[in-house]
């Protein structure tokens, strides 16, 4: 069994309820009440008590975790480096999600940064692959013209995904990174200094309509998605990653321009691995997590300063003010769910794994 100890929570863990039943993120803590669901949340924690051998009281993991105090997990697939859930209910769940790190042997892992790795980790990993699949596929065409830089539009500019996203992108030679956000978040989006420019929602007639562009949606506001669609005529590709404007959600179908096509990154990860083989991709990306990661965490101008807070009754009233939308941008979220009795189960003889 394992104590959650620091689980991050985003608008990516919106994400994951507001996309559930489309992705499949309700199967991997299954509840046995209809109606209900357990959102996961990437995160650590510290195994109390095992009956593997494999696996020792004490470890510390990071991994996929319900939003609860403690999981029971079956290790298998062994290494030095990590183990897999091997529960029954996961088997047919993608394997980048039922994979369990070691932090004594996990190359991302530094102990000074952890509440940053817990609220930056996956969604990084997200946008790095975001602009890699981009790049991969030459951008769909909109940097065809040398003349003039590709716009690549960014909605829900202030979240972590999107502005890890932007970080990647700035580097690159021939696009201007366009973050749209609320007026609110403009000061902040602004001070990353990853975009080219950021814009309130409704300041879209400010940009050119004929620019060749790409739209990179982690909001999934329909009425916003539309607006874009139909604005700009030389739109290469529409591409779906979240869904922070829960309120405004709907569908894409019908829009002017391409499809909007929801971006699936352990798909990427397959890909890439097997371009590059999966030694040089970890490598690569762990390379690339430790430059964004010397930005966010700078201490003269922090990207991100995180919070902690305790106990289930924090829990349920920081979701809240993440689902609304609310709150400093520049503030992360971590919570920790384990009573001071559950912490004590470490001093216990094993009993479960």
Same mark, same amino acid.
């Given at each position: 069994m394992c104590a959650s100890t620091a689980l991050p929570l985003t608008s990516n863990n919106i994400t994951y309820a507001a996309f559930g039943d489309a992705m499949n993120y309700w199967s991997f803590f299954p509840v046995a009440q209809e109606g209900w669901g357990v959102i996961p949340v990437w995160g650590f924690g510290d195994v109390v008590q095992s009956l593997h051998a494999g696996v020792a009281v004490g470890e510390r993991l990071y991994g996929y975790f319900p939003m609860a105090s403690s999981v029971v997990l079956a290790p298998t697939r062994l290494s030095p480096t990590s183990f897999s859930d091997g529960a029954p209910h996961r088997a047919a769940l993608h394997g980048v999600y039922n994979q369990y790190m070691r932090c004594s042997a996990d190359p991302f892992y530094t102990a000074s940064t952890e509440d940053a790795q817990a609220l930056l980790r996956p969604l990084y990993i997200t946008s790095w692959l975001i602009d890699d699949f981009l790049?991969?596929? =030459? +951008?769909?065409? &909109?940097?065809?013209?040398?003349?003039?830089?590709?716009?690549?539009?960014?909605?829900?500019?202030?979240?972590?995904?999107?502005?890890?996203? =932007? +970080?990647?992108? &700035?580097?690159?030679?021939?696009?201007?990174?366009?973050?749209l956000t609320s007026a609110a978040n403009v000061d902040f989006c602004q001070s990353l200094s990853c975009y080219n420019r950021v814009l309130p929602y409704d300041q879209l007639d400010q940009l050119n309509a004929t620019v060749p562009c790409v739209y990179i949606d982690f909001a999934g506001n329909a009425a916003l998605r539309e607006s874009i669609h139909t604005r700009f005529t030389q739109l290469a590709y529409s591409c779906s990653i979240g869904g922070t404007h829960v309120e405004q959600l709907g569908s894409a179908k019908n829009l002017p321009g391409p499809k909007a096509a929801l971006f699936f990154a352990p798909a990427q990860i397959k890909k890439r691995q097997g371009d590059w083989g999966s030694q040089d991709f970890g490598s690569r990306l762990v390379q690339a997590w430790q430059q964004f990661l010397a930005?966010?965490?700078?201490?003269?101008?922090?990207?991100?300063?995180?919070?902690?807070?305790?106990?289930a009754v924090a829990m349920a009233s920081t979701y809240k003010a993440v689902l609304g939308g609310q709150g400093d941008p520049r503030k992360g979220h971590v919570l920790n769910l384990v009573s001071r009795s559950q912490s004590d189960l470490q001093h216990t003889p094993p009993s479960a794994s």
């Open positions: 790049a991969d596929n =030459a +951008f769909f065409g &909109a940097m065809a013209d040398a003349s003039r830089p590709a716009v690549m539009l960014l909605s829900s500019a202030s979240s972590k995904t999107a502005y890890g996203t =932007a +970080f990647q992108l &700035a580097r690159r030679k021939g696009i201007e990174v366009v973050g930005h966010v965490t700078n201490p003269v101008a922090p990207w991100l300063v995180p919070e902690r807070h305790e106990g």
